[in-house]
């Protein structure tokens, strides 16, 4: 095997093996890395503003869109600004869920983007 084959293979394996650490949580027994919940809501809130304006974004460049569509993304918005209020005065023994109920709300958020970029995208697979 040359050089450059062996050199590939570990840098191959080194790669996996921070992908590995990384999923598994750094070896703590894939337990989450613990963080505050300032740095929670900061977060939450830096990804929320981020598909807001996504979300912006869509809305200018298309009229194309259904008014139910509109709706939706916007009532999904105002409902996850809604949680992240209550997160920041959420009792500690509430703070795990709220933040789950979140992510979730997130995730569905920038999936019903994603969604709509598709829908109002130009068909170029002609």
């Known amino acids: 095997m040359t ?10 394996a080194a790669a996996l093996g921070a992908v590995a650490m990384w999923a598994c949580g750094d070896g703590d027994g894939g337990e989450p890395t613990p963080v505050t919940r300032e740095q929670a809501e900061r977060e939450i809130e830096e990804r929320l503003d981020e598909l807001r304006q ?29 949680q992240l ?3 920041r005065t959420a009792g500690d023994d509430r703070v795990d869920d709220i933040r789950s109920q979140i992510a ?5 958020l920038e999936r019903g983007l994603d969604d709509l970029e598709r829908q109002i995208a130009p068909d170029t697979s002609r």
Not at 54 to 82: C, H, K, P, V, Y
Not at 104 to 108: C, F, H, I, K, V
């Open 54 to 82: 996504r979300w912006d974004e869509l809305s200018r460049e298309t009229g194309q869109m259904s008014e139910d569509a509109r709706r939706r993304i916007e009532s999904e918005i105002e409902e996850l600004q809604r």
């Open 104 to 108: 979730e709300g997130l995730d569905r």
């Open 85 to 87: 209020d209550d997160l």
């Open 3 to 12: 050089f450059a084959k062996k050199a590939l293979l570990m840098l191959m």
